[in-house]
């Protein structure tokens, strides 16, 4: 079993910053690609940013600039720097992982996600 904790989220003013975290634990072989999705209310879940075991970085257009992720491959857990926060980025973030947890036996996991406010 695989467990994917995310933490970092809270109220922050626009303009402001945010740290994220998402640390992978349990039965794991390797790790592929790890993205961070957000889903606002009345929204459907879509992609902020993903990175590959290798460190190679794709994020939506929207987040362009203000967003930075990262990976420690040693801790499996991933980060995102979240800057320039604005309301439009209001939304609960969720972690997602692809997790060899044997060789060959890949399976997809997703945080519980944790809530990321931007307001005044």
């Known amino acids: 079993q695989v467990q994917l904790v995310e933490s970092g989220g809270g109220l922050v003013q626009p303009g402001g910053s945010l740290r994220l975290s998402c640390a992978a634990s349990?039965?794991?072989?390797?790790?592929?690609?790890m993205g961070w999705y957000r889903q606002a209310p009345g929204k459907q879940r879509e992609l902020v940013a993903d990175i590959t075991s290798g460190g190679n970085t794709n994020y939506a257009t929207s987040v362009k600039g203000r967003f930075t992720m990262s990976r420690d491959n040693a801790k499996n857990t991933v980060y995102l720097q979240m800057n320039s926060l604005e309301p439009e980025d209001t939304a609960v973030y969720f972690c997602?992982?692809?997790?060899?947890?044997?060789?060959?036996?890949?399976?997809?996991?997703w945080g519980q996600g944790t809530q990321v406010t931007v307001s005044s």
């Open positions: 349990g039965s794991i072989f390797s790790i592929g690609v």
């Open positions: 997602k992982a692809a997790v060899e947890f044997r060789r060959g036996a890949i399976t997809t996991y």
